[in-house]
């Protein structure tokens, strides 16, 4: 029996304004890509992405809601993902854990031993001025794109698919 990957849940902010989108260089991929992390315990996965997004940009942002459901007294409705993605972080730790299970050590880029990501992936709206501020425990490097600047990207085909889906997505969502 073949164990199964280890999935660490992790979510992001599409921030699109003035027709640009607000991306980051990471630092351990080296591609651009959209802010975003892992979800704390017992933390709903907009409220991660929004965290995620400030922690990396310095920008306060909110997830927009794709509805306009009314709460109840017994339910509270949260944003939608505007889309859900798993991918591979870490082939490597995968099949080091399942070929020396005894003696495994996560490597160093992905230390919590994650191997895939299922990303809850957002688009959100800024909460007050856009004031953007480098992390550089995280990223090299921040900057606006608009959709034509997206296809000569240094980054990765998947990444390109969900910003062009966002800017396409910000269009039919209503406030």
Partial sequence: MTMPPKICYTAAGILIN???????KHKKLG???????????NELPHLAAEREFFEETGVKVRAKYSHNFPHT???EFVPTPMLCNLHWVSRRNYEQRVQ??????PEKTWSRGCEQH?????LLEPV??????LNTS???????YNQQDIQDLQTLDNIRIEITTAFEYAKNITD
């Fill in 138 to 144: 995280e990223s090299d490097d921040i900057a606006w």
């Fill in 118 to 122: 299922l990303n809850f992936m957002y």
């Fill in 128 to 133: 007050a001025e856009v004031n953007i501020q």
């Fill in 31 to 41: 591609i651009w890509l959209n802010p975003g992390g892992h979800i704390e315990p």
């Fill in 18 to 24: 003035d027709d640009k989108v607000l991306l980051v």
């Fill in 100 to 105: 020396f299970p005894q003696t495994y050590v």
């Fill in 73 to 75: 007294e017994v339910d």
